[in-house]
């Protein structure tokens, strides 16, 4: 779907970024449901995201945009975004092309903190 910049504004102004610019942004697989990532997005990467239907987030650590994919080849194709009651926080359904975290694991989410709750 092609969207144009009136249309992409006008979704980005609905969303409520922090005091430095950022709204976290949940990757999820719009298959299956798997939550695969969290993220940060800015303004303008949001607004690539809504443009490209690539995904693009900003890394805190780099201080700098991202496709995701752009080194591993591992992109991510947007089916939806959906955002909360808030409008602070993004749920992201993806399509992944192979794993989404950067250790080779299909979900960033891997590791198990406690035992499961009964």
């Not at 910049?5 to 990757?27: C, H, S, Y």
């Not at 299956?32 to 239907?53: D, H, I, R, W």
């Not at 080194?71 to 194709?77: I, K, L, P, T, Y």
């Not at 602070?88 to 198990?112: N, V």
Request: net charge neutral.
């Amino acid at each position: 779907m092609t969207r144009s910049n009136e249309e992409i504004q006008t979704m980005v102004a609905r969303v409520k970024f922090d005091d430095r610019g950022l709204v976290p942004a949940i990757a999820q697989d719009a298959a299956n449901g798997e939550v695969l990532m969290l993220a940060y997005m800015n303004a303008e990467s949001l607004a690539l995201t809504l443009g490209t239907g690539l995904c693009h987030y900003f890394s805190r650590s780099r201080n700098r945009l991202w496709k995701k994919g752009e080194s591993s080849g591992h992109v991510q194709r947007l089916k939806e975004i959906r955002y909360d009651c808030d409008g602070d926080a993004l749920l992201l359904r993806i399509e992944q092309d192979g794993p989404a975290c950067h250790t080779g694991q299909r979900s960033c989410f891997y590791r198990q903190l406690s035992e499961p709750c009964d």
